[in-house]
């Protein structure tokens, strides 16, 4: 009985790796060393926030276990409160993605205004830090810093896209990086359709949010109804759960709580938001895909002439 467990185990384990080989996976591009902002401390905060779940995980581990008296629960029960806020949660992170989305969309009107009022770009973006939302001023104040010590300004602009590591963010920052290499006309007018279509994209995903926050509801409660259903059977009708105490028993409540674990994780993937690739990541320099000719301004060409 034993053996046709793990076989069917390992039978299911190659064919979902089979069926995940299939579909391939979509690459994602590269991060160069050095970045700032959100990206430079997602590593160190995840690792913080898991050493914090740990104690109450343990302490829920050694709850499950005294209970049950079966280490695959006490092993399932820990994992699921070490997990839980990821599984379950989400709220927090695209609440901040929206807050920095619209401190963006409020900083490109800013940016646009001080412009119309016959200001240049590198007066105008030290000018608007003071109107600056929280979710972004750090990053506005350093980049305004790094202009007051002369960096170049497209050198600070691609920092500044950096510190943001946004995708909409990097079509504001592309049209300034455009505007500093060429000195064009017309930003005025691009910075306020690119504000426009930020607060498009942050309704877009407010109703989005909105939408999913029922399906993360719903899945919450599927989760604790099954969990407080288990627990039941485990207090008031113990012959019922009593083959899971054995080994055989405890080989197929590990491959339950797999099959569990492994809904919870595609239900938290379908809720959440993909958000696009950066594409100044990809293309590291603008100016570089436009056409043949049109590198250096036309007052540099002429003075080559």
Same mark, same amino acid.
């Given at each position: 009985?034993?053996?046709?467990?793990?076989?069917g185990?390992?039978?299911?384990?190659?064919l979902?790796l089979?069926?995940?080989?299939?579909?391939?996976r979509?690459?994602?591009p590269?991060r160069?060393p050095g970045?700032g902002g +959100?990206?430079? $401390?997602?590593g160190? &905060?995840?690792?913080?926030?898991?050493?914090?779940? @740990?104690?109450?995980a343990? =302490?829920v581990a050694?709850?499950?276990g005294?209970v049950?008296?079966?280490?695959v629960?006490a092993l399932?029960?820990?994992?699921?409160a070490?997990?839980w806020?990821?599984?379950?949660?989400?709220?927090?992170?695209?609440?901040?993605?929206?807050?920095?989305l619209?401190?963006?969309?409020?900083w490109?009107?800013?940016?646009r205004?001080?412009?119309a009022?016959?200001a240049?770009?590198e007066?105008?973006i030290p000018v608007s830090v003071?109107?600056t939302?929280?979710?972004?001023r750090g990053?506005?104040?350093?980049?305004a810093?790094?202009?007051r010590?002369r960096?170049?300004?497209?050198?600070a602009?691609r920092?500044f896209g950096?510190?943001?590591?946004?995708a909409?963010?990097d079509?504001? +920052?592309?049209a $300034?990086?455009?505007? &500093?290499r060429?000195?064009g006309?017309?930003?005025? @007018?691009?910075?306020g359709e =690119?504000?426009?279509?930020a607060?498009?994209?942050l309704d877009?995903r407010?109703?989005?949010?909105?939408s999913?926050r029922?399906?993360?509801r719903g899945?919450q409660?599927?989760v604790?109804?099954?969990?407080?259903v288990?627990g039941?059977l485990?207090?008031?009708?113990?012959?019922?759960?009593?083959?899971?105490?054995?080994?055989?028993?405890?080989?197929?409540?590990?491959?339950?709580?797999?099959?569990?674990?492994?809904?919870?994780?595609?239900l938290?993937?379908?809720s959440?938001y993909?958000?696009p690739?950066r594409?100044l990541l990809?293309?590291p320099d603008p100016?570089?895909?436009?056409p043949a000719?049109l590198e250096n301004p036309?007052?540099?060409?002429?003075?080559?002439?």
């Open positions: 009985m034993l053996m046709a467990v793990l076989a185990a390992a039978a299911g384990g190659c979902l089979l069926v995940s080989a299939l579909r391939g979509e690459a994602k590269a160069p970045l +959100v990206q430079a $401390l997602a160190p &905060a995840r690792g913080g926030a898991l050493a914090r779940r @740990s104690t109450p343990v =302490l050694l709850l499950v005294a049950t008296r079966r280490p629960a399932a029960g820990g994992l699921l070490l997990f806020p990821s599984l379950f949660g989400g709220t927090g992170s695209s609440r901040k993605g929206m807050d920095q619209e401190a963006l969309a409020s490109t009107e800013s940016l205004d001080t412009i009022g016959a240049g770009l007066a105008a003071n109107t939302g929280a979710a972004i990053p506005v104040s350093r980049l810093d790094r202009l010590s960096e170049p300004m497209v050198d602009l920092r950096d510190d943001l590591d946004d909409s963010a079509l504001i +920052v592309a $300034l990086i455009l505007n &500093a060429l000195r006309a017309g930003l005025v @007018s691009v910075l =690119l504000s426009r279509s607060r498009e994209e877009m407010r109703r989005v949010e909105a999913r029922s399906t993360r899945v409660i599927i604790v109804v099954t969990i407080g288990a039941l485990i207090l008031f009708n113990k012959e019922y759960v009593g083959p899971y105490g054995t080994p055989v028993g405890q080989v197929v409540l590990a491959g339950i709580a797999a099959l569990f674990g492994f809904a919870f994780w595609w938290r993937r379908l959440e993909q958000e690739a594409f990809a293309d100016v570089a895909s436009l000719g036309p007052r540099e060409r002429a003075g080559q002439r």
